[in-house]
């Protein structure tokens, strides 16, 4: 298996613009995690789904971001419009049975 | 929800000595409790996990142990190696089930040769 897959590896966007992140989990994994990860807050769990039906979002920051899971391997997580505060690396996690779990190489998303 | 404390936020070791890592927790419903390994620029990853109903588990040069009464768990390296040198994140969770994994803030390992 390749791992989790994550695309692009980075983006430099200007604010208020849409930036899409997207996230290929481990086939037969049924947890998938999207995590932000900065210098001040460290990584912070955004929100996770679990056979493709999302369980929490209560670390989305704000409205701005939403994620989706239209199927069992594809995951992706907007943000819209996008500010500088958004700037950090975002990593995609999947799991079986919400146990080790397997990150993605992360995206590296730079507003300006 | 949970909270995980994680200390000390940057340890430098000689090589070949031992280093600690100590993380605290704070939901008793939590039962999983993983460690990653961050170097620069790259992704977390896995490196020794333990759950609730073992009190201590190595792998070669690696240990985990955990106290479920104070809440606590560390991770122990021994013969430490220049590679060993990353960021070191603890993470509880309950695993199984709901709730995602909450992770400490890192500790920065240097090994100096």
């Known amino acids: 298996d390749a791992g989790v897959i994550q695309s692009p590896r980075h983006e430099v966007t200007e604010m208020g613009q849409e930036v899409t992140l997207r996230c290929k989990p481990i086939?037969?994994?049924?947890?998938l995690f999207w995590y932000r990860q900065t210098m001040m807050r460290g990584l912070e769990l955004l929100i996770y789904?679990?056979?493709?039906?999302?369980?929490?979002d209560s670390g989305m920051p704000e409205d701005r971001f939403s994620a989706k899971m239209p199927n069992a391997s594809f995951s992706t997580l907007k943000i819209q419009p996008s500010e500088p505060r958004d700037s950090a690396v975002y990593f995609c996690a999947s799991s079986y049975s919400n146990y080790g779990y397997t990150f993605g190489s992360g995206t590296r998303l730079t507003v300006v | 929800g949970e909270n995980v404390e994680q200390h000390p936020s940057t340890l430098s070791v000689q090589e070949g000595d031992s280093a600690v890592i100590k993380c605290t927790y704070s939901?008793?419903?939590?039962?999983?409790f993983p460690w990653y390994k961050q170097e620069l620029g790259k992704r977390p990853q896995l490196i020794i996990d333990?759950?609730?109903?073992?009190g201590e588990k190595k792998d070669q040069r690696i240990a985990v142990t955990l106290n479920k009464t104070a809440k606590h768990f560390s991770l122990h390296i021994t013969e430490t190696q220049p590679e060993d040198s990353a960021v070191y994140f603890c993470a509880a969770g309950p695993g199984g089930g709901a709730d995602g994994l909450t992770f400490g803030k890192g500790t920065h390992l240097i090994i100096q040769p």
């Open positions: 939901d008793s419903a939590s039962n999983y």
């Open positions: 789904f679990n056979n493709n039906v999302p369980i929490d």
């Open positions: 333990i759950r609730s109903n073992v």
């Open positions: 086939s037969g994994h049924d947890y």
